[in-house]
């Protein structure tokens, strides 16, 4: 049980009552501390200026959290993609058509979500640096003691979040000081940053943990050697695209001509990829045998999962709400839980995993709720006249529902976590600790890196598949974007997945290609217009002006 461990989460709760970031550069969220007093001992440095960012992993709000929430990263990520679809049931979320725009490509440039992510990014950055400098200023008064483990691990949190930001957003500002007035602000170059980002990580890898961050102890939840493995292969996984300054002349570089000086070697994009997914398999993570494991309610002794956002529904206010906006109302309730009928499989989701065939992948019962659903007994569902079955139907979702006989029942629904029969707040604290990455994707990542570098990646797809009871396949590009989407469904990666493989723009089911998307200008989002008004020298990204 995670209440048998000191765990950093509640214990800053308790100290700091950290409020939620909110402000774009006006970040002051230690209100509740004493400045002269709270960073007076190394323990208390450790306390509020290291721990004390964790708190900002996962969200309560809408917009915050890496995942969990609503409307923030992980729907950014995963509603503009064909993978996922919410699609407009009558009276119930059209949402003044915000999720019809994402899905369509048409956020526009006032979109509040698109904003409101900025502003939590941003805000974690802002306060990564502020600990940065409360971490030199120890330094300074204390030179015996050594403070470079701190720093070390506060550099590798903010380049997590610029990674996050520079993959949505494109050319923005790299703040390194937390007294920085609006109009300093620079913005950088996608490549600049990009760069930035991977050397952080680099410098920061010698003084992180190699202790797993995925389980219970002083490391849970932390950015630990492992961790940083897997961003710097995934910055190099998509360095084609990061290195990428102009994005929209449909010309990128080859990641075979892009460098990287790692212990002394000069590897290209993909040996470097296969560099790093190397180290995190030398650390002992490896497939569990049991796909499910992944995602059960007491999921921490996983050995695949390597970054997660801890949970636990009586100590902490993390929430998940993915299942619960997902599941018909009457499914909910069976569970004694709540459901908001939303969020389904797209019909590419169906065709990749041969739904509803006999070669159907075995990870769709793993992954979805389609057709008669039953309660934890086994016992049917029915539907609100007690005598219906509630069955849904995959295949007759579609972008609008209203007024048609699969209004309520449409769309094939979120299955991957363990339901948690005694979760709170409806269904939204949880046991389950969200999975952020996990070892199944090193595998693809290296599967992949070697066949853009012409080598065979058989051996990591196949061991994927094995795992899963899949028949064995050909490392091909194609089948790898496929496999991504059998093996990470609902995991927040297909919009990066579907841009580096250049499919992010093309239209399909219900979507058709906005004016000039050929072009590639949706494949970031834009500088949401109230923060270009701040700082005139500040451009948007092309495409949007």
Same mark, same amino acid.
């Not at 949505?168 to 920085?180: C, H, M, Q, W």
């Given at each position: 049980?995670?209440?048998?461990?000191?765990?950093?989460?509640?214990?800053?709760?308790?100290? +700091?009552?950290?409020?939620?970031?909110?402000?774009?550069?006006?970040?002051?969220? $230690?209100?509740? +501390?004493?400045?002269?007093?709270?960073?007076?001992?190394?323990? &208390?440095?450790?306390?509020?200026?290291?721990?004390?960012?964790?708190?900002?992993?996962?969200?309560?709000?809408?917009?915050?959290?890496? =995942?969990?929430?609503?409307?923030? *990263?992980?729907?950014?990520?995963?509603?503009?993609?064909?993978?996922?679809?919410?699609?407009?049931?009558?009276?119930?979320?059209?949402?003044?058509?915000?999720?019809?725009?994402?899905?369509?490509?048409?956020?526009?440039?006032?979109?509040? %979500?698109?904003?409101?992510?900025?502003?939590?990014?941003?805000?974690?950055?802002?306060?990564?640096?502020?600990?940065?400098? /409360?971490?030199?200023?120890?330094?300074?008064?204390?030179?015996?003691?050594?403070?470079?483990?701190?720093?070390?691990?506060?550099?590798?949190?903010? %380049?997590?979040?610029?990674?996050?930001?520079?993959?949505?957003?494109?050319?923005?500002?790299?703040?390194?000081?937390? #007294?920085?007035?609006?109009? @300093?602000?620079?913005?950088?170059?996608?490549?600049?940053?990009?760069?930035?980002?991977?050397?952080?990580?680099?410098?920061? *890898?010698?003084?992180?943990?190699?202790? $797993?961050?995925?389980?219970?102890?002083?490391?849970?939840?932390?950015?630990?050697?492992? *961790?940083?493995?897997?961003?710097?292969?995934?910055?190099?996984?998509?360095?084609?695209?990061?290195? #990428?300054?102009?994005?929209? #002349?449909?010309?990128?570089?080859?990641? /075979?001509? +892009?460098?990287?000086?790692?212990?002394?070697?000069?590897?290209?994009?993909?040996?470097?990829?296969?560099?790093?997914?190397?180290?995190?398999?030398?650390?002992?993570?490896?497939?569990? %045998? #049991?796909?499910?494991?992944?995602?059960?309610?007491?999921?921490?002794?996983?050995?695949?999962?390597?970054?997660?956002?801890?949970?636990?529904?009586?100590?902490?206010?993390?929430?998940?709400?993915?299942?619960?906006?997902?599941?018909?109302?009457?499914?909910?309730?069976?569970?004694?839980?709540?459901?908001?009928?939303?969020?389904?499989?797209?019909?590419?989701?169906?065709?990749?995993?041969?739904?509803?065939?006999? @070669?159907?992948?075995?990870?769709?019962?793993?992954?979805?709720?389609?057709?008669?659903? /039953?309660?934890?007994?086994?016992?049917?569902?029915?539907?609100?006249?007690?005598?219906?079955?509630?069955?849904?139907?995959?295949?007759?979702?579609?972008?609008?529902?209203?007024?048609?006989?699969?209004?309520?029942?449409?769309?094939?629904?979120m299955k991957k976590y363990e339901v948690d029969k005694t979760a709170l707040k409806d269904g939204k604290l949880i046991n389950n600790d969200i999975v952020l990455f996990r070892y199944a994707d090193v595998l693809?990542?290296?599967?992949?890196?070697?066949?853009?570098?012409?080598e065979d990646g058989n051996a990591e797809l196949n061991e994927i598949r094995n795992r899963a009871g899949a028949s064995p396949r050909t490392a091909t590009l194609e089948n790898l974007l496929a496999e991504r =989407? +059998?093996?990470?469904?609902? &995991?927040?990666?297909?919009?990066?997945?579907?841009?580096?493989?250049?499919?992010?723009?093309?239209?399909?089911?219900?979507?058709?290609?906005?004016?000039?998307?050929?072009?590639?200008?949706?494949?970031?989002?834009?500088?949401?217009?109230?923060?270009?008004?701040?700082? /005139?020298?500040?451009?948007?990204?092309?495409?949007?002006?």
């Amino acid at each position: 049980m995670k209440r048998q461990y000191t765990f950093i989460f509640l214990l800053l709760s308790l100290l +700091l009552g950290m409020p939620s970031c909110s402000k774009f550069l006006e970040e002051d969220p $230690r209100d509740s +501390l004493d400045e002269d007093t709270a960073y007076e001992t190394l323990q &208390e440095l450790f306390q509020n200026g290291v721990l004390s960012l964790y708190n900002h992993i996962g969200g309560y709000n809408d917009s915050q959290g890496l =995942q969990g929430t609503g409307r923030g *990263v992980y729907d950014l990520n995963t509603f503009t993609t064909d993978e996922a679809i919410m699609p407009t049931r009558g009276a119930d979320w059209f949402d003044g058509g915000f999720w019809q725009g994402l899905y369509l490509h048409r956020w526009g440039v006032n979109n509040d %979500a698109i904003h409101d992510t900025w502003e939590y990014l941003y805000g974690v950055i802002i306060l990564c640096n502020k600990s940065l400098k /409360k971490i030199q200023s120890y330094a300074e008064k204390h030179p015996d003691e050594d403070t470079r483990i701190y720093a070390a691990e506060v550099r590798a949190l903010r %380049a997590m979040f610029y990674y996050y930001t520079m993959d949505l957003f494109g050319n923005i500002p790299l703040l390194l000081s937390s #007294d920085l007035h609006v109009s @300093d602000i620079e913005q950088q170059k996608r490549s600049q940053t990009f760069r930035f980002i991977f050397d952080e990580l680099q410098d920061a *890898v010698p003084f992180l943990s190699k202790e $797993r961050s995925n389980q219970p102890g002083i490391y849970y939840g932390r950015i630990t050697q492992p *961790v940083a493995y897997f961003l710097l292969a995934k910055l190099a996984l998509n360095a084609e695209i990061y290195a #990428d300054d102009l994005w929209t #002349d449909s010309d990128k570089p080859d990641g /075979k001509q +892009l460098f990287f000086d790692i212990d002394g070697n000069r590897l290209n994009a993909w040996e470097t990829v296969q560099y790093y997914c190397r180290q995190i398999t030398s650390a002992g993570y490896r497939l569990e %045998a #049991d796909y499910t494991l992944n995602f059960a309610i007491f999921n921490e002794s996983s050995q695949e999962n390597i970054f997660v956002i801890p949970m636990d529904k009586t100590l902490y206010t993390n929430q998940f709400i993915y299942l619960f906006r997902s599941r018909h109302y009457n499914h909910a309730k069976a569970y004694g839980l709540g459901g908001e009928n939303g969020s389904s499989a797209t019909l590419e989701v169906l065709e990749t995993f041969g739904y509803d065939t006999p @070669d159907t992948d075995p990870r769709f019962d793993f992954c979805y709720f389609a057709g008669p659903v /039953k309660d934890l007994d086994g016992n049917p569902i029915l539907l609100d006249d007690e005598q219906t079955p509630l069955v849904y139907e995959p295949w007759q979702v579609s972008l609008d529902l209203s007024g048609t006989a699969y209004e309520q029942t449409a769309g094939a629904r979120m299955k991957k976590y363990e339901v948690d029969k005694t979760a709170l707040k409806d269904g939204k604290l949880i046991n389950n600790d969200i999975v952020l990455f996990r070892y199944a994707d090193v595998l693809l990542m290296q599967s992949e890196a070697k066949v853009r570098n012409g080598e065979d990646g058989n051996a990591e797809l196949n061991e994927i598949r094995n795992r899963a009871g899949a028949s064995p396949r050909t490392a091909t590009l194609e089948n790898l974007l496929a496999e991504r =989407q +059998l093996e990470l469904a609902w &995991e927040g990666w297909r919009r990066q997945d579907m841009i580096r493989f250049g499919t992010f723009t093309r239209p399909y089911s219900f979507r058709p290609q906005v004016e000039n998307e050929t072009s590639g200008f949706t494949t970031v989002f834009p500088i949401p217009q109230k923060i270009l008004g701040m700082n /005139k020298a500040m451009k948007q990204n092309p495409g949007y002006e």
